[in-house]
């Protein structure tokens, strides 16, 4: 006869905090959200820890090069999604790890023989006054001059003047090496009285440009999540399938992590990628493995030495897997399930590995009780998608602004490998939908609020860091009812704006 799993499977709605004593210590500013994103051994520190618990799905329409930067800036890691091919993958991978904090790539490249009317032009789009010339018009081109608010009087000049008639040349320019240090960057820009240093290699190209102002900017991030070698961390996903020609460019790329993407990942294919991975690259290359809803699942995986453990089928914003296929387990449910296997298999082995909560975060909130729950970190698609840096344009849907999101298993995204059972035939049906999620600017200021409101919910329950909270959060179930309870109730609120609230 099949198993029946015991009570019933919840979601993180279902669920409420009961505070606990907050001493006057209990602030937000004295707490840390620090944790382990690989396994490690009792007494040891993990190789690499994420200085907040998020990390980005592997999808399309979430994971890019600028959210790779951005969320690395903010103390997180993104997983640069494997629907594409292991060349472009393994480029994005680089580009994130080229990127230099600081170091500014102009979006306003200018040629020599532009016009005066073609800067303003350029000006009144960007917004940028500062804008190199390269031989090729290109941001990585030979640098031959910059030209400056500075250079030219528009109201004056002759509008059909050439570039190299009034820029500041090549020879007159200070510039910096490219292994110039951004604090050095600024301390040159103090001393030599400069709003901005190009910075070029030893063929005189440009390799960025330093701001004044961006060495600030720069110095307010101390979570910004770094390797051995100042270069930001990043993340890549991987399938089942073709893991012998992929995983050797990410690794090549820089990427610190692969994560195998998968919706279903109590499977031998896992086993067989990351068998490959040990004997290929020994412990050296970290890997994650996913998705398990239930002990068994985690601990075959664990077996199997995956680095972290992805948990969550069925929960996710865009994903219709419970309809179609009839799999899933209630989020909540199946992350309480598989942290405690968690901690029995580190008890039992000495060996902690860490549990991702993957999909279905939908309020600020519920990271904190997937935290309490038992997660380490937790991976999110709706929540980054809504930001400038996820890879899609924001758009305008009647008088709204939106970003497109679509699921990984959608008919647009076309990542059948992500479904793969191993038969050569191409899956006939999706798992996931296209969808529009509210635009939600820029990710620092959204990341930073959200965080906010975790620290000070984990000084509700008397916590300071996240294994504080593991073990002194106390939940409950909620009933329906004192679910209506929970929202305002019984008044008429006189500003709708005020109830629509995504997080
Ligand atoms: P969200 O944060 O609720 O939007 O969920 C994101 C997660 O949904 C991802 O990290 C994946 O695990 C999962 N996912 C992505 N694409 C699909 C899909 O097309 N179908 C089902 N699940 C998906």
Redesign the pocket.
Same mark, same amino acid.
């Given at each position: 006869m099949a198993t029946f799993f015991p009570g019933e499977s919840h979601t993180f709605s279902e669920y409420l905090l009961v505070p606990g004593y907050s001493s006057s210590e209990c602030i937000p500013n004295n707490v840390s959200l620090k944790t382990p994103l690989t396994r490690f051994k009792r007494g040891e520190e993990p190789e690499i820890s994420l200085n907040i618990p998020m990390v980005s799905? $592997?999808?399309q329409s979430?994971s890019g090069v600028d959210m790779g930067v951005a969320l690395a800036t903010e103390g997180g890691i993104s997983f640069i999604y494997g629907s594409q091919t292991p060349e472009s993958e393994a480029a994005m991978v680089k580009a994130v790890k080229d990127h230099k904090a600081g170091f500014v790539e102009s979006d306003s490249t200018l040629t020599p023989d532009m016009t005066m009317e073609q800067v303003i032009a350029l000006k009144d789009k960007t917004g940028h006054s500062t804008m190199p010339v390269t031989d090729d018009g290109t941001p990585r081109g030979k640098l031959l001059g910059i030209v400056t608010s500075r250079d030219y009087r528009p109201s004056r000049d002759d509008h059909s003047k050439k570039v190299a008639e009034f820029m500041t040349p090549r020879a007159e320019l200070i510039v910096g090496d490219k292994d110039i240090t951004l604090k050095d960057a600024n301390d040159l820009i103090w001393d030599k009285k400069l709003n901005a240093l190009p910075v070029v290699d030893d063929n005189d190209h440009l390799v960025g440009i330093v701001f004044r102002k961006d060495y600030d900017s720069h110095k307010t991030n101390p979570n910004e999540l770094l390797d051995a070698n100042k270069r930001y961390m990043v993340g890549a996903g991987i399938n089942t399938r073709d893991y012998a020609e992929r995983v050797p460019l990410l690794v090549e790329a820089g990427a610190d992590v692969l994560c195998i993407?998968s919706?279903e990942g109590y499977s031998e294919w896992q086993k067989r990628t990351i068998e490959w991975i040990r004997a290929n690259y020994g412990d050296s290359v970290k890997v994650g493995a996913?998705?398990v809803v239930d002990a068994d699942g985690f601990r075959f995986l664990a077996d199997c030495g995956a680095d972290f453990i992805?948990v969550?089928?069925?929960?996710?914003? $865009?994903?219709?897997?419970r309809e179609t296929k009839g799999i899933g387990r209630g989020q909540a449910t199946a992350l309480i399930d598989v942290c405690r296997a968690r901690d029995e298999y580190f008890e039992e082995t000495g060996v902690y590995v860490p549990v991702c909560s993957?999909?279905? $975060?939908?309020y600020d909130y519920h990271m904190t009780l997937a935290l309490a729950m038992g997660a380490d970190f937790l991976?999110?698609?709706? %929540?980054?998608?809504r930001f400038d840096e996820s890879p899609t344009s924001r758009v305008n849907v009647n008088g709204q602004y939106m970003k497109e %999101?679509?699921?990984?298993?959608?008919a647009r995204?076309r990542?059948w490998q992500?479904y793969d059972l191993g038969g050569a035939q191409k899956l006939s049906f999706?798992?996931?939908?296209d969808s529009y999620v509210p635009y939600a600017g820029s990710l620092k200021d959204g990341v930073n609020g959200t965080l906010y409101k975790v620290k000070s919910t984990m000084c509700n329950c008397g916590a300071l860091s996240i294994p504080e909270l593991q073990e002194k959060a106390r939940l409950t179930l909620v009933s329906a009812t004192s679910i209506v309870e929970g929202g305002a109730h019984d008044v008429v609120v006189k500003d709708s704006q005020q109830t629509v609230s995504y997080n």
């Amino acid at each position: 006869m099949a198993t029946f799993f015991p009570g019933e499977s919840h979601t993180f709605s279902e669920y409420l905090l009961v505070p606990g004593y907050s001493s006057s210590e209990c602030i937000p500013n004295n707490v840390s959200l620090k944790t382990p994103l690989t396994r490690f051994k009792r007494g040891e520190e993990p190789e690499i820890s994420l200085n907040i618990p998020m990390v980005s799905a $592997i999808m399309q329409s979430v994971s890019g090069v600028d959210m790779g930067v951005a969320l690395a800036t903010e103390g997180g890691i993104s997983f640069i999604y494997g629907s594409q091919t292991p060349e472009s993958e393994a480029a994005m991978v680089k580009a994130v790890k080229d990127h230099k904090a600081g170091f500014v790539e102009s979006d306003s490249t200018l040629t020599p023989d532009m016009t005066m009317e073609q800067v303003i032009a350029l000006k009144d789009k960007t917004g940028h006054s500062t804008m190199p010339v390269t031989d090729d018009g290109t941001p990585r081109g030979k640098l031959l001059g910059i030209v400056t608010s500075r250079d030219y009087r528009p109201s004056r000049d002759d509008h059909s003047k050439k570039v190299a008639e009034f820029m500041t040349p090549r020879a007159e320019l200070i510039v910096g090496d490219k292994d110039i240090t951004l604090k050095d960057a600024n301390d040159l820009i103090w001393d030599k009285k400069l709003n901005a240093l190009p910075v070029v290699d030893d063929n005189d190209h440009l390799v960025g440009i330093v701001f004044r102002k961006d060495y600030d900017s720069h110095k307010t991030n101390p979570n910004e999540l770094l390797d051995a070698n100042k270069r930001y961390m990043v993340g890549a996903g991987i399938n089942t399938r073709d893991y012998a020609e992929r995983v050797p460019l990410l690794v090549e790329a820089g990427a610190d992590v692969l994560c195998i993407d998968s919706s279903e990942g109590y499977s031998e294919w896992q086993k067989r990628t990351i068998e490959w991975i040990r004997a290929n690259y020994g412990d050296s290359v970290k890997v994650g493995a996913g998705n398990v809803v239930d002990a068994d699942g985690f601990r075959f995986l664990a077996d199997c030495g995956a680095d972290f453990i992805k948990v969550g089928i069925g929960g996710g914003s $865009i994903c219709i897997t419970r309809e179609t296929k009839g799999i899933g387990r209630g989020q909540a449910t199946a992350l309480i399930d598989v942290c405690r296997a968690r901690d029995e298999y580190f008890e039992e082995t000495g060996v902690y590995v860490p549990v991702c909560s993957d999909g279905g $975060i939908v309020y600020d909130y519920h990271m904190t009780l997937a935290l309490a729950m038992g997660a380490d970190f937790l991976m999110l698609g709706r %929540y980054f998608a809504r930001f400038d840096e996820s890879p899609t344009s924001r758009v305008n849907v009647n008088g709204q602004y939106m970003k497109e %999101y679509w699921g990984e298993g959608s008919a647009r995204a076309r990542n059948w490998q992500r479904y793969d059972l191993g038969g050569a035939q191409k899956l006939s049906f999706v798992e996931g939908v296209d969808s529009y999620v509210p635009y939600a600017g820029s990710l620092k200021d959204g990341v930073n609020g959200t965080l906010y409101k975790v620290k000070s919910t984990m000084c509700n329950c008397g916590a300071l860091s996240i294994p504080e909270l593991q073990e002194k959060a106390r939940l409950t179930l909620v009933s329906a009812t004192s679910i209506v309870e929970g929202g305002a109730h019984d008044v008429v609120v006189k500003d709708s704006q005020q109830t629509v609230s995504y997080n």
